[in-house]
DNA sequence: AAGGACTCATA
DNA sequence: GTATGAGTCCTTT
């Protein structure tokens, strides 16, 4: 039978350009992308088909574009980089005897699909080599579909079913729902590949599932009826044509014989050696061997030296594993991951380390896999004292992704990593906060246009997952290896892409990267609490709550659930009749607090519901739960800071959150006050006061504000004075109040809308106040405007230090969208100079409390806590004076803005006392 | 079991 | 009105 296989070239150059690091020959010629696509052209020469076309789209518009202008409208233009390869790439296409087809007013795609389905029809076997997987709507008896980059092949429909979970007959449907964003066509929001399988596995088809729209629930119902009139045009859209009118038929793509001297030329010209020799070597025989195009054969290609079979290697001896460490002494730089059995890196056990020292090429050392027929393997203390030369050699720099975990794990084994430098989600965050998410598997889809394994593929998920120490060896080394390989590929991306950005290069170099040794410790150094007593208080909130509920069952008439929003909503709204005044965002009556406040004085029952609430909250995410939280090694509470985890560059904790214990209400502070510290200790606390207003001042130079904190006035009553034009001890309690509320208002964007809410006032006398600030404060009223225009202009906004913020949603069509874009642009610049502030902070306190350790190399006092303002110390009771004169400075001195920074301090026995 | 909705703790 | 994480309920695999 004969064979046509049928190229997509434009998917594959792209892809190629996105997938392999930024080559280029002696002259400087950006070649990598050429490099991939002339790899998978010989691997598909290899099997010697006998009809072959490599297809591009030709210049102009196609139908598509008539039928929705905005398609592709997401699309950047071609980077110079790769339009710089598209000549010699049909130079070499056409010297290795390809047929090129280009197409006017007609998209490759349907040229694929045309050619494919007509030679199909005539007999012949199909191969339509694509990275694209709108193609599975082709697969079917003589038509397979296959990805040499991921390696994929998809030849039946089963194949299809297994990859998509829909039939190619419904491929279509599939692709329709989901929208593309790539090509900028929006499906149904929150549909992805599971739900639009799962509809069409339920309904059949799209019109199947349009017809269900009305009668579908919840969140994702309402999205889909958004979408349904745009469902039609996607399917348009994404359908491939398999009719359009051509010149030429599947039997004229007979490969032809290839340009030897044409081919020697711009092999030589590009580099390509490997090619090259096999060119010549095998000039007259016709089977010579041609590695695909994987990430593997870039590095046969760019050091032969290190070409050995295979692209990733377990390493189960010794001699590999001295190998291994002898390419790890001899590379520049390396990546590293580690592989554990559990996501505490403070109860996690070291199960496997995986190394890359160049692209496509990774090895994983297996060190405790235990499950029944698993290989021996190498002692894991012997591999880490072999190791530890390099891992703990500052001068040997060392790459991760979010490696603050593997920097945990190994210390855990005894090892202290120095010389970590570059983290690929570090720089994924400073690059694109607001834009992206800073996981492995996004960066790699992101940046790579790969697709990693995931997690659940090796160890399941849910109730069915296994430890990683029971995955087979040979799975653990594909995703273990993948991991350390992927990292170093993303660091070939990235990291030229902050060099280009001076200021962000700064903000990774001088803030995120010097803190992740110091998150670490802090991490490690945990905080230690009063079991017992919050054991008491525990206890205590159960009496009472216990009292409040039978109140509420008496004033209800009947019991029912205190914890159901619903249960509640019912009870109050709709047989008690109260009036709902206050909306959940879903539409339903809401019984916040707000809410509840606002009858209160119609009934009992919405006091005692608040009332059991804030015990009920206190008991169940605080007084119950700390004391689960102690390390049993430790004894102490070890949360985790997520240093890529909020967009503005603030730090978040989980596990347990330590960054919203309560403060503001006196039973709060009793839960705070179980944070202490042992005896011969104490707890140290230090705040930045007003750190926001103080950058706003900054920002604005708004001549009023910087003399308030100039004169180093209390800055809510100055703002009073200033506003009422009264003298400030002429302030009242009230008038005091409501400056307080606009000044915060100012940090978070607000309106009069929000400013009215607040303070309980109607919105004409909210914008009066407003107003009136803004003739006493004009600079910074020109402020705000001048960081909403920037954010209009650029996409994002900045702090002092350079960090960017992306605002997606800055130009929405959708109001409500743009005005909250809005108001984030306000926000961040404030939110996040606060946040580099005490980054720099922390890592200057680190470094001196380092120099303070005793002679026998003890800590005199440790850094156990960071809440956005406040930085919170344990610390020896004779060293507390040298602490309180010290810090302060540190964390004052880190900046320099045209107000003075102020830093609050206090000690005591426990939190609640420092603070 | 997983995920959305709701509520609420912090700066 | 900014930025988070987490607990509970409850519906939907």
Redesign the pocket.
Known sequence: MTRLVLIDGSSYLYRAFHALPPLSNAAGEPTGALFGVVNMLRGHLKEQPEHIAFVVDAPGPTFRDEMYPDYKANRPPMPDELRAQVAPMLDVVSALGIPILREPGVEADDVIGTLAVRAAEQGMQVTISTGDKDFAQLVRPGIALVNTMSGSRLDSEEAVRAKFGVRPAQIVDYLALMGDSIDNVPGVE?CGPKTAA?WLDEYGSLDAVMAQAEAM????GENLRAALPRLPLNRQLVTIKTDVPLDVAPEDLALRPRDVDALRALYTRYGFNQALKELDAGASAAAAPAPVATAASVAAQTDPALAAPGEYETVLTQAQLDAWIARLQAAAEFAFDSETDSLDPLRANLVGLSFSVEPGRACYIPLAHVYPDAPAQLDRAAVLEALRPLLEDPAKHKLGQHGKYDLHVLCRHGIQVRGYADDTMLESFVLEAGLARHDMDSLARRHLGYTTIKYEDVAG???RQIPFSQVAIDAATRYAAEDADITLRLHRVLRPKLEAEPALLAVYRDIEMPLVPVLARIEDNGVMIDVEELRRQSADLSRRMLALQQRATALAGRSF?L?????L?ALLFDELKLPARVK?????P???????EAIADLHELPRVI?DY??L???R??YT??LPEMVNPDTGRVHTSY?QA????G?L??????L???????EE?RRIRAAFIAPPGRRIVSFDYSQIELRIMAHLSQDPALLRAFAQGADIHRATAAEVLGKPLEAVTSEERRAAK?IN??L?????A???A???GIDRGQAQDYIALYFSRYPGVRDYMERTRAQAREQGYVETVFGRRLALEYIHSRNAAQRA?AE??AI??PM?GTAADIIKRAMVAVDAWLEDQRTAAGAPRALMILQ????LVFEADADFVPELQAKVPALMAGVADLRVPLLVEGGVGANWDEAH
């Open positions: 929150k799962k629930k919840g969140k994702l998920k849910g109730a659930n914890d159901s929003p619903k249960q909503g959940t965002p879903g539409g339903a809401s019984t916040n607090e707000e809410a509840l608040l609430r804030s009920a909250k206190l169940s995410t119950d739960k997520h985890g909020a967009a503005t603030r978040s904790s989980s596990d347990p959150n960054q919203n214990i309560p403060v503001r209400t709060g509320a915060f208002g940090i978070y964007g607000m309106g809308f929000g400013l809410r607040q303070l909250g108001r984030a926000n961040a939110q809440v956005h303002d406040e």
